[in-house]
Nanobody, 114 residues
Framework: VQVVESGGGLVQPGGSLRLSCTAS????????MGWSRQAPGKERDFVAN???????FYADSVKGRFTISRDSAKDTLYLQMNNLKPEDTAVYFC?????????WGKGTPVTVSS
């Protein structure tokens, strides 16, 4: 089972990035999928998740700025991040639930700095 993130990088405050995540097999077979992040020297925190039928949930810190979505045709999970702030700087991890287990990717770094 593989979960792979992509799309991280350096962006200025106020800018946007879109993270992508692919998982083994068809995304339609996976349960809840989501994103967490870990800033330097801090614990990993929840960012957003999306259920198998499209229900979404966001951390208060990103609500209104981030949008999570899943595209069954492309078997890809997305995190659209707008109006990025320096405090959004972190390594972003994708996870996916499948048959009672949670699988994590290795993360993609996001740096928000001028």
């Amino acid at each position: 089972v593989q979960v792979v993130e992509s799309g991280g990088g350096l962006v200025q405050p106020g800018g946007s990035l879109r993270l992508s995540c692919t998982a083994s097999g068809r995304i339609s077979t996976w349960g809840t999928m989501g994103w967490s992040r870990q800033a330097p020297g801090k614990e990993r925190d929840f960012v957003a998740n999306i259920g198998s039928v499209g229900q979404t949930f966001y951390a208060d810190s990103v609500k209104g700025r981030f949008t999570i979505s899943r595209d069954s045709a492309k078997d890809t999970l997305y995190l659209q991040m707008n109006n990025l702030k320096p405090e959004d700087t972190a390594v972003y991890f994708c996870y996916a639930d499948y048959l009672g287990s949670t699988y994590w990717g290795k993360g993609t770094p996001v740096t928000v700095s001028s």
